[in-house]
C-alpha cells in the first residue's frame, strides 16, 4: 500500500470522484492549471481539461453560487475555498442557499456540492490564513462538516462525501497537509461520515479532539501514560452528525472528558459536546469537562504557538479533572 | 419630494416598438409573434393583475400574512418570451408572470402563499417565494441577488453539458447595488455562459429611489465592464422587451455569452404589503406613469390589429377570478403541513439529532392535541 500525506489523499480522493463521475466539476481560484495553492488539485486540469477543472475568478461568492447553480442542474461540484479564511464572502451563498436549498423548496432541489477548505493555524499564516471557522457552519442547519486527521480518512471520508446528496464543509486541517503521513490504498473506498474512531483506548479521561489537534491529544495521551494516567483518545472525524454514541459510551466508561479544539473558546463546537456529553452522562461524571481551545481572540500572528492548544496545555486538562 | 418623471427617464436611448398608445413606433422593429401568442401574452398579464388585485384584498382582509404586486410591471416578467421548457428561470419575488407562462397555475400559486399542505414547497417560505423544479423555475428566496451567480452556474453547467439551453435570471435595479450582481455578471462574462440577466427597474428599491442605487447613467450601460451587450428597454412596452429578450436569448443559445437588459418601468405601488409609499414617495408621481401602463398599451395594439374584443377580456378575467374564488377556497381550508414534516429535508436522511428533536416534538404535539393521536 503507498504511503501518502493528507494533500495526496485528497489527490487521489479528486481523481478518482472526476474519473468515475462525469459530472464532477472542480472550480476554484488557481484550482486549475497551478493545482490549487496547496497543490491539492496538481495534474487534474491536465488530466480532465479546463471546462472541468474551472480556475474562476477572485470571488468566493462566485464560487460557490456558481457551485449551487451547478449543482441543482444536476452536477456534481467540488468548489475550492483557498483558506477557510477567505470562506466569509460566500458565507450566505453557503448558509442562506446551498445548506437551504433542499428544505425551503419542498425538496424539489437537492444541493450536491462538497466545499473543501484548508483550515486551521500553526503556518505562520497571521489571523486571514489561520481561523477555525467550524463552529459557524455546524450550527447551520442543512450542512454536514467533515474534519479529518489523517491522509487514510481524508481520501475516504472525501469520498463518502462525494458520494452522497447533502451540501457539506469539507474542511481540511493544512498544518499537517504535508507531515500526517500513513499508508493509504490506491483505489477506492470509504470511511463512513458521522462515526469518530477510537485511535487508543484508555481508562481514566476521554480526549475528544479533530482536524491538527487529534496528534496534539495523541501527545497529552503519552504524557499523561508517563505519569500512570490512562487516556482514551477519540477522533470526531465527522463534526455534523457528531457521532454521539462513541463519545457518550467512552466517557460514560472513563467519567473525565476534556474536549479540544483550536477555535475560540466562546460558543467553540467543544461547547456543544460537553453539553451534549452533560445531558447524558452525568450521573457517570467524576469531575467537570474540561475545554482547552484557542483564545477569544482574533487569531495572532507572533504569538501563535501561545494561542494554540498544545500537549501541555492538554495534559494540564487532564489532571484537573483528575484532582478536581 | 422630487418626482421621477418618465420624461426624464426617456431622455437616454430606451428602445421601444409600442408608443403610448399602443401604436408602433416609426422605424421600430416589431418581433414576430403569432396571434396566438400575442393573446397568450395579454392573458398571462391580465392573469397577473386579476390575481394581484384579489390577493391584496385577501391581504388587507387579514386572510394572508404578506403579498407583493406587480402592478405596472407586468410585461417585464414575459421576458421568459423566447424560452424553452429545457430553459431555466431563476426569478426574484416580483415576476408572477414568469411563473404562470411556464404553467404554474393559480392552485399551486394560492396554496404555496396559505403555506398549506398542499404547497409544492410544504409550507417552508413565506408568500410569494414558490419553487417549481418541473418547471425549471428555481425557488426564490429574499435575499436579493443570490440567484445571480447561482443562474450563471446552471447556465455553465448547461454549456459544459453540450446542450443548448439558456439560463435566465430576473432582479430589480436595487440588486444591482449588490456584491452577487457584480460577482455574477464578472464570472458570467468570464465564462461566456448562456444567461440572460433581466434588471426590472422599477425606480424603487423598497423607498429608496434609483438615483440612489448608481451614479452610472443607466443600468443597462454596466455590462460593458463585463465584457457583454447591455440593452436598455421600455419596460412597459412588451413587443420591445420580447424583441430585445429575443435577441438575447438567441446571442446565449449561439454560444455567444451572456446579454444584460434593463427593463426601464415603474413600481405602481408598494414594495410588498407591508409598505407605504406615501412615507416617502410624491403621491402624485404613480400619476405621472399611468399612461404608460403596459396592459392598456397591448391592449390598444391588440385592438389595433382587430384581434382584441370586450367579450375576450371579460371572458379572462372572469375565468381567473373563478379559479381563484374555487382555489381560494380549498386553499383556506387545506391544513398545514403535518408537524412531523418540520424535519423532512433538512438532509437527505435524518441524523440523529434530528430523530433525537423529532421525537421530542411529536411527543409534545401528542400531548397538546390529542387529534395528533390519530394522524
Sequence with gaps: ?324 | MNIKNPATVDSLELRRVLDDDGKVVAGAKVPEVSEKDLLRLFETMLMVRVVDERMMRIQRQGKLGFYMKSLGEEATHLSVFPLRDDDWIFPSYREQGAWFWRGYGIENFLNQLFGNRKDPTKGRQMPVHHSANWLNVVSISSPVGTQIPQAVGTAAAMKASGTDSVAMTFFGEGTSSTGEFHVGMNFAGVMKAPVIFVIRNNGWAISTSSERQSAAKSFACKAVGYGMPGIRVDGNDILAVIQASNEAVERARAGLGPTLIECVTYRIEGHSSSDDPSVYRNPAEPSLWEPKDPLNRMRAYLKNESIWSEGLEKEISDKYNDEITKYLAIAEAEPPPAVETLFDDVFQELPWHLKEQKEYLMQQARTKNPHLHNS
Aim: aromatic share 8%; with cysteine; net charge negative.
Design chain 1, 1 to 324: 500500500m503507498p504511503t501518502m500525506n493528507i494533500i495526496q489523499a485528497v489527490n487521489s480522493a479528486l481523481r478518482i470522484q472526476m474519473t468515475n463521475e462525469p459530472k464532477a466539476i472542480i472550480l476554484g481560484e488557481d484550482v486549475g492549471k497551478f493545482g490549487g495553492v496547496f497543490r491539492a488539485t496538481a495534474g487534474l486540469f491536465d488530466e480532465f481539461g479546463e471546462d472541468r477543472v474551472i480556475d474562476t475568478p477572485l470571488a468566493e461568492a462566485g464560487i460557490i453560487g456558481a457551485a449551487i447553480g451547478m449543482a441543482i442542474y444536476g452536477m456534481r461540484p467540488i468548489p475550492e475555498i483557498q483558506f477557510s479564511d477567505f470562506i466569509f464572502p460566500a458565507f450566505d451563498q453557503i448558509v442562506n442557499e446551498l445548506a437551504k436549498f433542499r428544505y425551503r423548496s419542498g425538496g424539489q432541489y437537492p444541493c450536491p456540492v462538497v466545499i473543501r477548505t484548508p483550515v486551521g493555524g500553526g503556518i505562520r499564516g497571521g489571523h486571514y490564513h489561520s481561523q477555525s471557522p467550524e463552529a459557524l457552519f455546524i450550527h447551520t442547519p442543512g450542512l454536514k462538516v467533515v474534519l479529518p486527521s489523517n491522509p487514510y480518512d481524508a481520501k475516504g471520508l472525501l469520498l463518502a462525501c462525494l458520494k452522497q446528496d447533502d451540501p457539506v464543509l469539507f474542511m481540511e486541517p493544512k498544518k499537517i497537509y504535508r507531515a500526517s503521513r500513513g499508508e493509504v490504498p490506491e483505489g477506492e473506498y470509504t470511511v463512513e461520515i458521522g462515526k469518530a474512531k477510537v485511535v487508543s483506548e484508555g481508562e481514566q479521561v476521554t480526549l475528544i479532539a479533530y482536524g491538527a489537534m487529534v496528534d496534539i491529544i495523541k501527545d497529552a495521551a503519552k504524557k499523561a501514560a508517563e505519569i500512570g494516567i490512562s487516556c482514551e483518545v477519540i477522533d470526531l472525524r465527522t463534526l455534523l452528525p457528531f457521532d454521539i454514541e462513541t463519545i457518550t459510551e467512552s466517557v460514560t466508561k472513563t467519567g473525565r472528558a476534556v474536549v479540544v479544539h483550536e477555535a475560540p473558546k466562546t460558543c467553540g463546537f467543544g461547547a456543544e459536546l460537553a453539553s451534549s456529553l452533560y445531558e447524558r452522562c452525568l450521573a457517570s461524571l467524576e469531575a467537570p469537562i474540561e475545554r482547552v481551545c484557542g483564545f477569544d481572540t482574533p487569531f495572532p500572528y507572533s504569538l501563535e504557538h501561545e494561542y494554540m492548544p498544545n500537549a501541555d496545555r492538554v495534559l494540564g486538562a487532564i489532571r484537573k479533572t483528575l484532582e478536581w
